[in-house]
């Protein structure tokens, strides 16, 4: 559940995309019966569900993936784009790797494998809702596999994997900057962007990486080797 709403005990609100009505149907009747979790919209395509996103600013999209016109991860995309606060969970039948790394660089904070258990679910929509990343034990496999065997693969000393792979390209700049230093002013100067698209990055980050505050993010960066300018920008007595 989002911060406001944990404040003042208000259900979590959630967005159900699915190209199939009985889908939506489905997970209508399993969240009926639960007090703190309550249906404000529905889609059946991502070109939909970006403005049934715009129109109630859910706490929780449930997202599938493989959808006519635009596609869940567009859709994805699209919603954390233009609702930061709002967190996406994928729910689909695909776990291939491209689907996963897809929806997680679009900026999906969890993913689950149609066919989980209802209890499972319920379990992601919370937690999502809350800023915890979470994904089901065959998603999560997948993730590990993925990073032994490019681990296995490499020859030696080399390129190594992106850290935060949950996180976009762009995202990942701005926790970079973030962890040498720099403000957010200096951080759009840098990245030519407005401060409120920094703030927004910023906003997706923090729930991304489930940090608290900004501090939390830094540790969690230079942990990670980002921030490598850190150290210059000190000895230079750069303010950022």
């Known amino acids: 559940m989002t911060a406001q709403n944990a404040t003042a005990g208000e259900p979590i609100r959630i967005v159900v995309v699915d190209d199939h009505p009985l889908m939506?149907?489905?997970?209508?009747?399993?969240?009926?019966?639960?007090?703190?979790?309550?249906?404000?919209?529905?889609?059946?395509?991502?070109?939909?569900?970006?403005r049934?996103?715009?129109?109630?600013?859910?706490?929780?999209?449930?997202?599938?993936?493989?959808?006519?016109?635009?596609?869940?991860?567009?859709?994805?995309?699209?919603?954390?784009?233009a609702a930061p606060a709002t967190r996406v969970l994928v729910l689909t039948m695909f776990e291939d790797d491209e689907s996963v790394f897809a929806a997680m660089r679009a900026g999906a904070l969890g993913y689950l494998v149609k066919g989980a258990q209802q209890e499972?679910?319920?379990?992601?929509?919370?937690?999502?809702?809350?800023?915890?990343?979470?994904?089901?034990?065959?998603?999560?496999?997948?993730?590990?596999?993925?990073?032994?065997?490019?681990?296995?693969?490499?020859?030696?000393?080399?390129?190594?994997?992106?850290?935060?792979?949950?996180?976009?390209a762009r995202e990942r700049e701005v926790l970079d900057l973030i962890a040498a230093g720099r403000s957010n002013a200096a951080i759009a100067r840098h990245l030519v962007i407005s401060g409120k698209t920094v703030s927004n990055h910023i906003t997706a980050i923090f729930a991304k990486l489930a940090v608290a505050d900004r501090a939390e993010a830094i540790v969690r960066a230079r942990r990670a080797g980002l921030g490598a300018d850190f150290a210059q920008g000190a000895s230079r007595g750069d303010p950022g």
């Open 24 to 50: 939506r149907e489905g997970l209508r009747a399993l969240v009926a019966s639960l007090p703190d979790i309550v249906v404000v919209g529905e889609a059946g395509d991502g070109d939909a569900a970006r």
């Open 52 to 81: 049934e996103v715009q129109l109630t600013r859910p706490d929780v999209v449930v997202m599938d993936l493989h959808m006519p016109g635009v596609n869940g991860v567009e859709a994805t995309r699209a919603v954390v784009r």
């Open 120 to 168: 499972e679910i319920v379990r992601a929509v919370r937690s999502v809702a809350a800023g915890h990343a979470v994904f089901g034990p065959s998603v999560a496999r997948r993730i590990v596999d993925f990073f032994a065997g490019a681990a296995s693969l490499a020859p030696g000393p080399g390129p190594v994997p992106e850290p935060f792979p949950e996180l976009t």
